[in-house]
């Protein structure tokens, strides 16, 4: 979606699942020291691990104000960071 492509994004396609909650958190921490407002992270849809796993971590998660699934694209998150 052309809205999004200035945004930034991690693919996760092709991690595992503990992996890939220790990337979300590292992605989180830096854009939120850059004082990006809104990110992406792209979970895939399959069976939904990865997706369940990042949602876990956006919950608990400080830095983050909310998050949506893209109704666009279910296979990524869209996620506003606080500032």
């Not at 949506?68 to 998150?77: E, H, K, M, S, Y």
């Amino acid at each position: 979606m052309t809205i999004y492509k200035n945004l930034p994004t991690l693919d996760l396609h092709g991690e595992i699942k503990d992996i890939a909650v220790i990337l979300v958190k590292e992605f989180i921490k830096d854009n939120y020291k850059l004082k990006n407002k809104e990110i992406i992270i792209i979970h895939g849809i399959g069976k939904q691990i990865l997706k369940k796993a990042v949602h876990e971590e956006l919950r608990k998660n400080s830095f983050v104000e909310d998050y949506r699934l893209d109704p666009f694209n279910i296979g990524q998150t869209i996620v506003t960071l606080k500032l």
